[in-house]
């Protein structure tokens, strides 16, 4: 079977000139970076609106906690349909290339945010409105599950010898800046608009800018070329033909897909804590004010971009591997600390615990993420070896996150101390997977 390292030292071919090259991965950076941030920017914007909205204009004959669980009900069910997404567009990707899946998978994403941005709320069309957000957060989730996987394999396959922990934090970089152009785009919304306004259509402005970014995102993307990895794949005459059962053949296959999806269960109930429960928490419970909880958001997610690269070199010196390791454990050991800071409800002390552990700490394994990930598959089922563990663990990890700890905060009558233990119990399980994926497994 070929791996990544059997096509790695000649990424553009043999005849590839040094300028070629240049324009080569500066075109490959632009559609992974851009892309990514674009798709995140769709899905998260969801995940805020559901915090500020969306329990407001589509479920408003309940109390808040009511609303706001089932704004996060709807949140969730996005990465419950991933998995399908994940399989589907694994299966294409693995079989006719990752270029072509991706730019479906922009298209989908697009439309159906900018659909988000004209859909009628209760109060005009009755109980139809959150049935339909429910079916476009349905294709928004479909969508995304071919992304992610795709996004790393563009940069990861492309990268120069040398280069790979780099390349593999570039689509990383997409999601922190999708989310602080989310937060910080909603930020400036009510800034702009009072709250009626805001209610009203203000906040159908982020949503239907989703179609200008999209169509920038098309172009860039369909001008990148097809990986070196996937064209040697295609020259080997080495396609599976099923992808999706060939991640569970095999026990070596059989075993990293079990240890990567537990792997991911703390980075993906980490991000939803700090990017998205964060808000409600902060808000609601805490009372603080809005736009200033968006704006630290904004800003830790903004720090978290300047620091993946950072995470892209220390793979490239101590390995994937490692970097991840010792992020999920910061992570876990930092969980209590934090939420310390924040119940204080002073939003300095807010804003300050949010940067350490979502802006510093999450950067260092996140940016190793992608890397790990990629290596546990030949090439051949990478993008649906990829597609699985992100998106399948995505339902437990992300998806069920903001609504666990929503509930768990509710039985304790705002204290968050039995929803820290549940977030670090997330950590300790992904550190046991982690140290468990053995090197020789490996494929990079």
Request: net charge positive.
């Amino acid at each position: 079977m070929t791996t990544l390292s059997d096509v790695q030292p000649t990424p553009g071919g043999a005849d590839e000139s040094a300028e070629d090259r240049r324009k080569r991965l500066r075109t490959v950076v632009a559609a992974s970076l851009l892309g990514t941030t674009i798709e995140w920017y769709d899905f998260f914007l969801y995940a805020t609106a559901a915090s500020l909205v969306f329990n407001k204009i589509f479920f408003p004959d309940t109390s808040s906690t009511v609303g706001t669980m089932l704004a996060f009900a709807t949140f969730a069910v996005g990465f419950v349909v991933r998995p399908v997404g994940g399989v589907v567009f694994g299966h294409v990707g693995d079989r006719i290339g990752r270029k072509k899946t991706l730019a479906l998978t922009m298209v989908l994403m697009g439309v159906a945010t900018a659909l988000m941005g004209v859909l009628p709320t209760t109060a005009q069309i009755g109980v139809l409105a959150p049935i339909l957000l429910l079916l476009l957060r349905v294709l928004q989730g479909f969508a995304l599950g071919g992304e992610w996987a795709g996004a790393v394999l563009l940069a990861v396959e492309h990268s120069p010898p040398g280069k790979r922990g780099r390349f593999g934090s570039i689509p990383q970089i997409g999601l922190a800046l999708g989310l602080a152009l989310g937060t910080g785009v909603f930020a400036l919304l009510q800034v702009v608009f009072d709250e009626e306004q805001f209610l009203s259509y203000g906040w159908r402005i982020a949503f239907l800018l989703s179609l200008v970014l999209v169509v920038v995102g098309i172009v860039v993307r369909l001008a990148v070329e097809e990986t070196p990895a996937f064209r040697e794949v295609e020259h080997l005459q080495q396609r599976s033909t099923a992808p999706f059962k060939q991640v569970f053949t095999g026990r070596r296959n059989i075993r990293n897909s079990i240890l990567g999806l537990l792997s991911r269960w703390g980075e993906g109930a980490a991000f939803n804590t700090w990017g998205v429960f964060a808000i409600t928490y902060a808000t609601g419970t805490l009372a603080m004010n809005k736009v200033s909880v968006l704006l630290a958001v904004t800003v830790a997610s903004l720090v978290m971009a300047v620091l993946l690269p950072v995470s892209g070199l220390l793979v490239e010196r101590h390995g994937a591997q490692r970097v991840y390791l010792a992020g999920i454990a910061a992570y876990g050991v930092l969980v209590f600390p934090v939420f310390a800071l924040f119940h204080t409800g002073n939003l300095a002390l807010f804003g300050l615990g949010l940067i350490l552990v979502f802006g510093i700490v999450h950067a260092l394994f996140y940016g190793a993420q992608g890397t790990l990930y990629a290596s546990l598959y030949p090439t051949e089922i990478r993008y649906t070896g990829l597609s699985v563990v992100y998106q399948f663990s995505g339902i437990y990890a992300s998806g069920l996150t903001p609504l666990i700890l929503t509930s768990l905060i509710a039985a304790t009558n705002g204290a968050p101390w039995l929803a820290c233990g549940f977030l670090v119990a997330t950590s300790v399980i992904s550190v046991v997977a982690t140290v468990l994926i053995r090197p020789r497994d490996l494929h990079l």
